[in-house]
Each structure stands twice: as structure tokens, then as C-alpha cells.
């Protein structure tokens, strides 16, 4: 099993920066393969926002466009997420998500609200 606590939501105007983060607790530390982000606005699907191995190969959805880093602490099983140039349609509750041993598991979410 792997638990996952995000913490860093928040309000904030266009154009500012918010750091998310999320840690994991799992019995066999140091053992998830990917961690990442996803994000849902109201009424909408989830969307992958952005991912990392453990090897530190990343990806990112297009929207991001440059704005968003995400990097992760292996030894702490912490992933975070660096958001900066906030836009309005950037706003959505934010999820943690990690992939172990083929098994997908997320955090509660944290609500990010970026006003114009």
C-alpha cells in the first residue's frame, strides 16, 4: 500500500507561483516507480498534468508549456511541483498520483484557485 499527502494549494493571482508537494508512506521505501500530478477543474475529466520516474525522466502535458517542474526526492519519496505564470484555467484541484509495481494509487488532492 502507498498513502500519499499533498500539501502547497492555494489562492493566487495570474501570473504568480505555487509549489505543490506530495510524500509518500509506503512499508518498502524507495520502491515507486513513477509520481506525478494531475489536476481536475469542475466539470471536467482528469488530466495529466505532469510525471517522473525514478530515474528522473520527465514528461508534461502541453499546457504546460514550460511553466511547470516537476522534480522528486527518491530517498524521501517526495515528488514536487514548481508552477509558475499561473493562469486562471490553471485553476482545479490537484492530485497526486503514484504508479508502484503496476498499481496506481492517489492523494486526497489540493486545491489550487488562481484568480485574474
Known amino acids: 500500500q502507498v498513502q500519499l499527502v499533498e500539501s502547497g494549494g492555494g489562492v493566487v493571482q495570474a501570473g504568480g507561483s505555487l509549489r505543490l508537494s506530495c510524500v509518500a508512506s509506503t512499508s518498502i521505501p524507495s520502491t515507486i516507480d513513477v509520481m506525478g500530478w494531475y489536476r481536475q477543474a469542475p466539470g471536467k475529466k482528469r488530466e495529466m498534468v505532469a510525471g517522473i520516474t525514478r530515474g528522473g525522466v520527465t514528461n508534461y502535458a502541453d499546457f504546460v508549456a514550460g511553466r511547470f517542474t516537476i522534480s522528486r526526492d527518491n530517498a524521501k519519496d517526495m515528488v514536487s511541483l514548481q508552477m509558475n505564470s499561473l493562469k486562471p484555467e490553471d485553476t482545479a484541484l490537484y492530485y497526486c498520483?503514484?504508479?508502484?509495481?503496476?498499481?496506481?494509487?492517489w492523494g486526497q488532492g489540493t486545491q489550487v484557485t488562481v484568480s485574474s
Open positions: 498520483n503514484a504508479i508502484r509495481l503496476l498499481q496506481g494509487y
